[in-house]
């Protein structure tokens, strides 16, 4: 793969709640390895990151401003010369001036990884492709929850993960894996 040389990493949501019980079964034991070396290949490259961050109005939410569950995951944290875009909806670009900040960078391709797949990452990437912006997704930098079937059975979050992946893939967004994006990012 190629990463174009004005792509910008937007981090989606990698935040400490989805460690609360309350969210359910994750599947992806390497989302937090996987994710931060995708965003220290960037920091190496020099390339832009902005990163997002989900707070929440719901009441009780764990993701809410000033809960603990709304602070970035160890390691995840911006630092001084990277963007923090923050959202209270699904998708990043929603209420918020994600666009406007890419098209400033002079963005070629948006390459997308975080927490939830079927949720604030796919909305966000489905958002940003009908915007315009080539979308390339990380696949295994990404996770989600089982979720109820309308029979009560639960589907099992690899499951959901895989469908929307493919999803993405079919009409959305190249999608590539941690170690193409580090090796990509790596040659000169």
């Known amino acids: ?5 004005n792509a910008v990493l937007v981090i989606i949501d990698m935040q400490q709640a989805f460690d609360n019980p309350a969210w359910g079964q994750r599947w992806n034991t390497d989302v937090d390895r996987n994710g931060l070396a995708v965003l220290a290949a960037f920091r190496s490259a020099g390339l832009p990151i902005i990163h997002v961050r989900h707070d929440s109005v719901e009441p009780g939410s764990t993701l809410r401003p000033g809960e603990p569950g709304n602070a970035f995951r160890p390691g995840f944290e911006p630092q001084a010369d ?6 209270s909806v699904n998708a990043a670009f929603i209420g918020t001036d994600l666009d406007l900040r890419l098209r400033r960078l002079g963005s070629e391709a ?13 909305t966000t990437t489905r958002v940003g492709a009908n915007m315009g912006w ?4 990380v696949e295994d930098a990404c996770d989600c929850f089982g979720l109820p079937d309308s029979e009560g059975a639960i589907i099992p979050a690899a499951s959901i ?4 992946v493919a999803t993405l ?10 170690r193409e994006i580090v090796s990509a990012l790596a040659k000169p």
């Open 1 to 5: 793969m190629i990463v174009p040389a």
């Open 82 to 87: 990277e963007a923090l875009v923050t959202k």
């Open 110 to 122: 948006v390459v997308i990884f975080g927490i939830t797949t079927d949720q604030c990452v796919s």
């Open 134 to 137: 080539p979308m390339i997704l």
């Open 161 to 164: 993960h895989a469908a929307h």
């Open 169 to 178: 893939r079919a009409e959305f967004a190249e999608v590539v894996t941690t």
